[in-house]
């Protein structure tokens, strides 16, 4: 079945600096890929998407770029706000079937 | 935008209880997910409905028992709970139609005591 790993956390950085946070995928086929952001205490927003290879999904100045060679869909900021503080989930989906989700990247971004 | 409904918020229950979680999906949305969440956890997938069929299945114990009604709304029923079902409960809605995106609703956080 399908997986997803995201790089282990948490990931801590000071406001403007540059983020990538990892994250591959094992699929049978070729899933749709997203990032979905969790803020403290609140539910899962869907960050980004993309259904093909070499789609670049973008939203709020992350991107992430999939990559079918690597089997990778990294998530990256150029320069991070506090506000960006969050979990971050890798997922995958096939068709019309459940989300697998990587463990979570727990993110804080000091001042 | 209209987004996904959940109620009740929060809930509290003791053990051997019931409890009714309820998920009003996006209008125009038909296909219906719901996902726990413990602790520090990412999401785990519990069920899934299309059209008001269970569409696939996770890991749902067999206390727990869901169904989709004719106006696409969800219902969860949680029966004989236990100290571990303590968690935030997720519904999705999406379309039946590609790319699948699922959309979120706030949660329920259940805690049994």
């Given at each position: 079945g399908n997986s997803v790993t995201q790089m282990e956390g948490p990931v801590t950085l000071?406001?403007?600096?540059f983020l990538t946070i990892n994250c591959t995928y094992t699929?049978?086929?070729?899933?749709?890929?997203?990032?979905?952001?969790?803020?403290?205490?609140?539910?899962?927003?869907?960050?980004?998407?993309?259904?093909k290879a070499d789609d670049k999904g973008s939203n709020k100045g992350f991107e992430a770029t999939y990559r079918k060679e690597t089997t990778s869909f990294h998530l990256e900021k150029g320069s991070v706000q506090v506000s960006d503080s969050a979990v971050y989930f890798c997922a995958s989906i096939q068709g019309a079937q459940k989300l697998v989700f990587g463990q979570g990247t727990r993110l804080t971004i000091n001042p | 935008a209209a987004g996904v409904i959940q109620s009740p918020r929060h809930l509290i229950k003791e053990k051997?209880?019931?409890?009714?979680?309820?998920?009003?999906?996006?209008?125009?949305?038909?296909?219906?997910?719901w996902y726990q969440q413990g602790p520090g956890q990412d999401p785990q997938f519990l069920i899934s409905f299309y059209e008001k069929m269970q569409s696939d299945k996770g890991s749902i114990p067999d206390r727990f028992s869901a169904q989709q009604f004719s106006d696409y709304h969800s219902e969860l029923n949680m029966s004989s709970l236990e100290l571990g079902d303590s968690a935030l409960y997720f519904c999705a809605s999406s379309t039946g139609q590609g790319p699948y995106e699922q959309y979120f609703g706030p949660g329920t956080r259940l805690t049994v005591t």
């Open positions: 000071s406001e403007e600096a699929a049978t086929g070729y899933p749709s890929l997203f990032w979905y952001v969790q803020y403290p205490g609140e539910g899962l927003q869907l960050l980004l998407k993309a259904t | 051997r209880e019931t409890a009714t979680l309820k998920c009003y999906p996006i209008p125009r949305h038909d296909t219906v997910y």
